[in-house]
């Protein structure tokens, strides 16, 4: 089992960039797939980024709207797991969830980090 902690979430002006964490506070990380998902006020949950749990650099996927301005990174030393952007938009604001995959197909979510993006 897994817990997960996200952080980072913020006001950020358009243009700017963000750092989102992804911890896991009990249990660790090394053999679940990560993804980051967002959720906008009145819009479905999608996903956003995911990596495998292969390796820190490990294959990774990106939605086509931040394919380019987000990036996934894992570090497993630290059990966390990255999503970094630049040029955000507006259209970018939304809850952020990362979540924790088994191999075997069981997922985990964390609470979920506010993005804001605005001037």
């Known amino acids: 089992q897994v817990q997960l902690v996200e952080s980072g979430g913020g006001l950020v002006q358009p243009g700017g960039s963000l750092r989102l964490s992804c911890t896991a506070s009990v249990g660790t990380l090394d053999y679940y797939a990560i993804g980051w998902f967002r959720q906008a006020p009145g819009k479905e949950r999608e996903q956003v980024a995911c990596?495998?749990?292969?390796?820190?650099?490990?294959?990774?996927n990106y939605a086509d709207s931040v394919e380019g301005r987000f990036t996934i990174s894992r570090d497993d030393e630290k059990n966390t797991v990255y999503l970094r952007g630049n040029s955000l938009k507006s259209e970018d604001t939304a809850e952020y969830y990362c979540?924790?995959?088994?191999?075997?197909?069981?997922?985990?979510w964390g609470q979920g980090t506010l993005v804001t993006v605005s001037s």
């Open positions: 990596i495998s749990t292969s390796s820190r650099d490990g294959p990774t």
């Open positions: 979540s924790a995959t088994t191999p075997w197909g069981l997922t985990y």
